[in-house]
C-alpha cells in the first residue's frame, strides 16, 4: 500500500543515499561490452547526490505506473482472498552485513516468505501468464528483499482488475531461490556500492 504523509517522509529518509531492492536490476546493468549502462551510471550519481543533500531523489511516475501503484492494495486483498493468507505490513529493512543496502517488501508471510506485487499493463500481464514463471526482469529486486529481510521464498503476485473475467485476474508464482543465488546478488551490490563510495570520495576531494 502506498506510504503517505510522515510514514512517507521516513521512509524516503530511511531510504537516501541506499541501493533498494526496487533499483537493484539497475545496479546490475552492464553493455554487451561489459561496461555500465547509462543507467547504471547515473543511478550511482542519485545515490552520491543524497548522501550528499539526506534527501531521496524523487522520480517522475507514469499514468501507468500511478494506476499500478494505486491497486497494489487490491491485489493483496485478491491475493489474502484467494489463498487464505494473512500478510505482514511492510517496513523498510537495512541488510544485516551490508551498510547502505536496503529493501521494502511489499508485505511479509508467516513461514519466511514475502510477497512482491505488480500491476502491469493488460499485455504485461497476459504475457507473464503465457509464460507462467516469474518474471526474470523482477528477479533481482526479489533477491535483494530475501537478502535484506533473511527470508528464504518470495510469492510474485501480478494483478489486473481490467480482466473482465475475475478468475483469471490473479496470477501466483513462488520464487525459490538457492542459496547461491542470494549470494551473488550480496556480492553485486557489495561490487556496486563500492563504486558509489568511490565516486562519493572523488566528489568529496574534488570539491
Known amino acids: 500500500m502506498p506510504l503517505e ?3 512517507l517522509a521516513a521512509w524516503l529518509r530511511a531510504r537516501a543515499g541506499k541501493l533498494t531492492a526496487s533499483r537493484m536490476a539497475v545496479a546490475m546493468d552492464f553493455l554487451k561490452s561489459g561496461q555500465p549502462s547509462k543507467a547504471r551510471s ?3 550519481r542519485e545515490l552520491v547526490a543524497e548522501r550528499l543533500t539526506g534527501d531521496s531523489v524523487r522520480h517522475y511516475v507514469n499514468d501507468a505506473m500511478q494506476w499500478g501503484l494505486e491497486r497494489e492494495a487490491d491485489a493483496m486483498a485478491a491475493y489474502e482472498a484467494a489463498t487464505g ?6 517496513g523498510f529493512y537495512d541488510h ?3 551498510d547502505n543496502f536496503g529493501a521494502t517488501p511489499d508485505g511479509l508471510i508467516d513461514g519466511g516468505g514475502l510477497i512482491e506485487v505488480k500491476c502491469p499493463m493488460t499485455t504485461t ?6 509464460d507462467g514463471g516469474v518474471p526474470e526482469q523482477h528477479q533481482p529486486q526479489m533477491l535483494a528483499q530475501l537478502a535484506c529481510t533473511g527470508r528464504t521464498w518470495c510469492e510474485f503476485v501480478a494483478y489486473d482488475p481490467r480482466i473482465r473475467d475475475v478468475n483469471r485476474q ?5 520464487f525459490e531461490p538457492t542459496a547461491d543465488d542470494i549470494a551473488a546478488i550480496e556480492t553485486a551490490a557489495e561490487q556496486f556500492l563500492s563504486e558509489v563510495d568511490a565516486m ?3 566528489f568529496t576531494e574534488a570539491a
Do not use: H, S
Open 200 to 202: 562519493f570520495n572523488l
Open 42 to 44: 547515473d543511478y550511482m
Open 170 to 174: 490473479l496470477f501466483v508464482r513462488r
Open 5 to 7: 504523509g510522515d510514514a
Open 85 to 90: 493468507v494473512i500478510l505482514i505490513g511492510p
Open 96 to 98: 544485516p552485513r551490508i
Open 125 to 130: 500481464f497476459v504475457g507473464w501468464v503465457m
